[in-house]
């Protein structure tokens, strides 16, 4: 999944989704989008001097209104979408922490490399190193967020028109990296029999003559799914064979929740067909900063491809040289102390994990059934098929005070699902399910 959380996109995303297609619509003419392009209104109508990708429609959405009616007369919610951990003071590094983190006396110079400095790129390959990965820091480049980590490939692999496929259900952020870059995106299906999984055909019917990477996200945001190694194998041997990058998104891997470890693969490990991998990481998930913004890719696969993408790559980022001095810094002495970071993490979603499944088996009538979250930091939920989702979540704020995300804004393809985040505080959630289960069951 990119930088902002699925928080930041709540308020707008279906405009924001709907925007990007038709934006994608605009700049690309194979692209295959769900919805037709609609006039903008506004003073600047048929004005020429703007590009077609950034006609976004920032409209508030149903979901939006109905939340801004319901806090403006002062009503409760229980905001089962929280998903931004510095709103968890339990849980995110203290200030004082980030504070002498960020105390560094070189923070007064500017020396930039474009790939980041030497110290961070070091820092980076020994986390990798603990996690039994062996990358040489000069396979790493540095940014300022996992976004621009995407930006920054999607520049180096494909030219305006090119297509990019990402699986469906997705974190929404990909239409919009793609279409500022003048690009398609595709998808491929995810199937789900008790656990989610790659539906190979699907994928391999996805691809076309302008298809130039598959983006894969372990675990995936909202599904919770991991790669495993034997779909990493297929996906890798795939790309070397139709000449694909495969681009993989990585920033939840800690989390793991309910999965056989041994079952699941750092991209960067070892894997049959040796195709040009990239794979995505940065603090925002990592080490619960978001408010640090540095992230970063590394690189894999046949040594010719690596060297002449990393030539490519550095040429891209000294064009922006986004990452903070001050930022990189921090960053060794941030990721030395990931494993105490992460316990209150760890134990906050495997607690709200157990506590999910624990309210669902002592309510065996329920009309609703969650789905296999194997790691990250949601949850999804399957509801009856009797409205929209859209309805459903309308009528959880109006009638019963809770908010989550509908299955739409991460393109399920059925009815009628819902996310709910395991970073709530445990008795919010707690309240949010009672109050679920009790309005879904009257239909």
Known sequence: MGECPPRALSATASQMRESARRFAKAC???????????PISGACKGRAMFSAKTRFETADNAISRHLAARRARSLPVLDLTESNPTSQPTIAPSADFLNRCLFDERVHLYAPDPC??????????????????????ERIIVTASTSEAYAYLFKL??????????????????EFLAGLESLCLGFYRLGYDGEWFIDFGALEEAITPRTRAIIAVSP??????????????????????????????????DYALDVNTGDIACALADCQGDCLRFVLGGLSKTALAPQIKVGWLAVRGPDDLVAESLRRLEVIADAYLSASTPAQLALPRILAARPSIQSAMHHRLRHNLDALKAFHRGHPSAAWQPLRVEGGWNAVLRLPRTRSEESWVLSLLDEAGVLVHPGYFFDFPEEAFVTVSLLVAPEVLLEGLAALDAHVGQG
Do not use: M, W
């Open 220 to 253: 995936g945001n909202p599904t919770g799914a991991y790669l495993k190694r034997g779909e990493l194998d297929r996906l890798s041997e795939l790309c070397a064979r139709r000449d694909l990058a495969l681009i993989c998104d990585e920033v939840f891997f």
């Open 116 to 137: 980041g400095l030497p110290e961070t790129r070091q820092a980076i390959a020994r986390d990798y190193a603990e996690h039994g990965i062996d990358l040489s820091p």
């Open 157 to 174: 692999l494909a030219n305006p028109g090119d297509e990019l496929l990402a699986p469906a259900p997705s974190y929404p952020l990909f």
């Open 28 to 38: 690309c003419p194979h692209g295959v989008p769900t919805k037709a392009v609609r």
